[in-house]
């Protein structure tokens, strides 16, 4: 099994920045994918950030320029550092992760539990 943890989400003020990690552990050969959601109150889950090993990062346009995912293989954990923060980023963020227990096994995403990011005055 595979547990996420995630951590870094509170509440912060326009224009501030935050910082979310999103810590793997467990029975793990390799990690391919590590993305993140969101969901605000009352809308559907969607898109924000990816890393991947092999290709670009992606991001949602509403985030561009202001959001930057990133990793660390050795800590097997992603992060991303929100900046600019506007009110409509208020969501729960969640982290998913696209991971392989062991040479034999298949592909499998896990997700956290999620972490509440609050933008407010």
């Known amino acids: 099994q595979v547990q996420l943890v995630e951590s870094g989400g509170g509440l912060v003020q326009p224009g501030g920045p935050l910082r979310l990690s999103c810590a793997a552990s467990g029975t793990i050969y390799s990690i391919y994918t590590m993305a993140w959601y969101r969901q605000a109150p009352g809308k559907q889950r969607e898109f924000v950030a990816s890393?991947?090993?092999?290709?670009?990062?992606n991001y949602a346009d509403s985030v561009k320029g202001r959001f930057t995912v990133s990793r660390d293989n050795a800590k097997m954990t992603a992060y991303l550092q929100m900046n600019s923060l506007k009110p409509e980023d208020t969501a729960i963020y969640s982290c998913?992760?696209?991971?392989?227990?062991?040479?034999?096994?298949?592909?499998?995403?896990?997700w956290g539990q999620g972490t509440q990011v609050t933008v407010s005055s």
């Open positions: 998913i992760v696209k991971v392989k227990g062991s040479y034999y096994t298949d592909w499998k995403d896990y």
């Open positions: 890393d991947a090993p092999t290709g670009p990062t």
